[in-house]
């Protein structure tokens, strides 16, 4: 079973849903999602369009991570060992933006993530989920009046 094509529906008020047609003639349905971003979503779904179709559906990994940084870290590293990998998402709100680069985990890691030209962050190659915490970034940011933004 291949992928063939993917249909974009629009729901009002701002919703996107996902139809995933295949070869066979099955059809799945899912939600991307943004928050109140409908055209960011569907930017989003035709930039990974091309890497979807032809693509057996049963056996793309796209795994979610709506969590901390420390949770990415972890996603990251389960990522590397699935064979069907595709793309990993993340939460948005702890990044931090910074002379044209983005970074992930900045007062949480030493070393945090960096997403590099194509949106792709390098594995860690240290032992167990390859960051070391950074306490006195940690310490600032526990500092901060508590918000949900904040995370």
């Given amino acids: 079973m291949k992928i063939t094509r993917l249909e974009i529906l629009k729901v009002p008020p701002s919703w996107v849903w996902l139809k995933i047609h295949t070869d066979e003639g099955l059809t799945g349905l899912g939600e991307p999602y943004l928050e109140n971003h409908p055209e960011s979503v569907i930017a989003e779904v035709r930039r990974l369009e091309p890497l979807l179709v032809g693509r057996d559906p ?20 389960l990522d590397t060992c699935s064979p069907d990998f595709l793309v990993q998402e993340h939460n948005e ?10 970074y992930i985990g900045k007062g949480y890691f030493a070393e945090p993530f960096v997403l590099d030209d194509e949106g792709c962050v390098a594995v860690p190659s240290r032992p167990g989920l390859g960051v070391e915490l950074d306490e006195a970034g940690m310490a600032a940011i526990m500092a901060r009046p508590w918000r949900a933004e904040r995370g």
């Fill in 58 to 77: 049963r056996q793309i990994e796209a795994p979610h991570c709506p969590l901390s940084p420390l949770a990415f870290a972890a996603s990251v590293q």
């Fill in 93 to 102: 709100v702890n990044d931090w933006r910074e002379g044209g680069r983005t």
